[in-house]
């Protein structure tokens, strides 16, 4: 299976500071990395796929990077409402999985 | 609209069997698979398995293989998921979840998630 190693597991940042979160693979998934936001008690919300591409309706603020193994989330301006925990999700290989998850709060 | 509308939440004892349903709505069931994915209180998210919604093949993850069964009822557009021999650690939301196209890739659409508690 492939192990994929999320960091932080939680940070605290001001609103409009720039926020990045990194994944990393254990083996070369090319660019087949996904990341979700999830508030308390909902369901996980797409972000970004393949690594780098906006899901429609995501505001710009967001973004992704990286291949192979190195990948990053960035939240260019933290906004109040981006607090919730973020997971990295590969699909290279059955079975899929995901990162640890990072939890984001406002200092 | 299009969404997956799960059962409600289920209180188990060890030992029992769950069954849990997402009916989907809205698009052609047929055209897409269905995963399912896991998190207990607190933690992280584990992706359980996928069952094609136009054959019916499954792809299940080593850790549930022996314990886990998907199905589909295409007359009603509802995947089925199907945990036997509950244990303690089972206690988790359990979430279908629909990719992009027909194989487990990124998931656009999420059921609202259905609870289970397994206890004595």
């Known amino acids: 299976d492939i192990q994929m190693t999320q960091s932080p597991s939680s940070l605290s940042a001001s609103v409009g500071d720039r926020v990045t979160i990194t994944c990393q693979a254990s083996?070369?998934?090319?660019?087949?990395l996904n990341w979700y936001q999830q508030k308390p008690g909902k369901a996980p919300n797409l972000l970004i796929y393949?690594?780098?591409n906006l899901e429609s309706g995501v505001p710009s603020r967001f973004s992704g990077s990286g291949s192979e193994t190195d990948f990053a989330f960035t939240i260019s301006s933290l906004q109040p409402e981006d607090i919730a925990t973020y997971f990295c999700?590969?699909?290279?290989?059955?079975?899929?999985?995901f990162g640890g998850g990072t939890k984001v709060g406002i200092k | 609209q299009v969404e997956l509308v799960q059962s409600g939440g289920e209180e188990k004892k060890p030992g029992a069997s769950v069954k849990v349903s997402c009916q989907a709505s809205?698009?052609?069931?047929?055209?897409?698979?269905i995963s399912w994915v896991r998190q207990a209180p607190g933690q992280g998210l584990e992706w359980m398995g996928w069952?094609?919604?136009?054959?019916?093949?499954?792809d299940y993850a080593q850790k549930f293989q022996d314990r886990v069964t998907m199905t589909t009822d295409t007359s009603t557009s509802t995947v089925y998921m199907e945990l036997r021999s509950l244990r303690s650690d089972d206690t988790a939301v359990y979430y279908c979840?629909?990719?992009?196209?027909?194989?487990?890739?990124?998931?656009?659409?999420w059921g609202q998630g259905t609870l289970v508690t397994v206890s004595s």
């Open positions: 069952i094609s919604a136009y054959n019916g093949a499954t």
């Open positions: 979840a629909r990719p992009s196209g027909s194989y487990p890739s990124y998931f656009v659409l």
């Open positions: 083996q070369d998934i090319t660019s087949s």
């Open positions: 999700q590969q699909y290279d290989s059955l079975p899929l999985t």
């Open positions: 393949d690594a780098s």
């Open positions: 809205g698009y052609i069931f047929t055209n897409y698979g």
